[in-house]
């Protein structure tokens, strides 16, 4: 079995990664999901969160997906996502802000809205901040 494996992750915009990964650490539609080389082929949807990507021993990368798919096959995995931000990007004060209105919109009953697309909105930032909390407990960023 192979120690490493190629990673793509594309979203609409561009191709965010692409290299070699010896692991990859994310969230599926059915829990947390651990991708190594030689992993079984699996296609799943993606949940708002981090992907962790291990480089090796002491390197990792941190990128946000908004959601997406994923495709994996013994040697290489393909991440479609929605919408991705990367660890050098986080802005924590905006992910409160989001999060926040997201809720008050939830919880107001005199605002006629789009309750998924509510959902969906607080899911993400959500999301965002798990990561940005995962990313400052580790020191990755301040």
Not at 93 to 105: C, D, G, P, V, W
């Amino acid at each position: 079995m192979p120690n490493q494996m190629q990673l793509d992750i594309v979203s609409a915009e561009a191709e965010i990664f692409s290299g070699k990964a010896v692991r990859i650490f994310l969230t599926g539609i059915l829990g947390e999901l651990e991708i190594v080389p030689g992993h079984a082929p699996l296609i799943t949807g993606l949940m708002p969160g981090p992907v962790r990507i291990r480089l090796d021993a002491d390197k990792e990368e941190v990128i946000y997906v908004t959601g997406g798919v994923l495709e994996v096959q013994p040697e290489h995995a393909t991440i479609l996502a929605d919408t991705v931000v990367r660890a050098r990007d986080f802005n924590e004060s905006e992910a409160i802000k989001a999060k926040q209105q997201a809720e008050r919109l939830l919880n107001d009953k005199q605002v006629d809205i789009d309750f998924a697309r509510a959902r969906a909105e607080l899911a993400r930032a959500a999301g965002m901040l798990r990561a940005i909390q995962e990313m400052k407990k580790k020191g990755k960023i301040k």
